[in-house]
């Protein structure tokens, strides 16, 4: 369990963090530049939760608690000597992705299908919607090139790309089941 005493400590006030695991590295590292979007991501769902409410509030609550796991996941290297670590680590588990799989197979069944690109915007949920993709989107890119420099949970990966999926089509649900989405017009401006 987590216990705060104190909010600050000062060992950071050099420009390094402490992971996971005990080790420290520089505040721009790549592997807490992933795990500091993902708590943008988080945050961002928060505004996101002002506007929802019905069936995409309980969702959303349980995406922000699975953040927070995909935050200590990020936060702790080492990912394949977890079998051999003194303590349990948390890690984002394929269940996870799947049931992200679930929920969008149930919410785009009542879509009907896109003809153009959609654009961020309709009801104020659908927008919010939209920018947490589109942080999403960015935690999924600095995941990936962690990735390409150390080893990280597959599932990981995985999660912030099925998320963003999920995002998207919760936002065309969110703008009246995809009759209020603002479509793209190629080349309207010309």
Known sequence: ???????????????????????????????????????ELNSTLGLVRLHAGGEHDPALARIQNDLF????????????????????????VAA?????????????????PLRSFVLPGGTPLAAHLHLARTVCRRAERLAVTLA???????????????LSDWLFVASRVANDAGRADVLWVPGANR
């Not at 402490?18 to 979007?37: E, F, I, M, N, Q």
């Not at 992200?100 to 919410?107: G, H, R």
């Open 96 to 112: 996870q992705v799947d049931r992200l799989e679930t929920e969008i197979d149930a919410m785009n069944a009542d879509l009907d």
């Open 1 to 39: 369990m987590v216990k705060l005493n104190r909010i600050y400590t000062r060992t950071g006030d050099k420009g390094s963090t402490g992971l996971g695991d005990g080790s420290r590295v520089a505040k721009d590292a790549p592997r807490v530049a992933a795990y500091g979007t993902v708590d």
């Open 69 to 92: 796991d995909l935050g200590a996941d990020l936060c702790t290297p080492d990912f394949e000597n977890d079998a051999t670590a003194k303590h349990p680590r948390l890690r984002v």
């Open 148 to 162: 390409q420099a150390e080893t990280v949970n597959p599932e990981a990966v995985r999660y912030l790309n099925r």
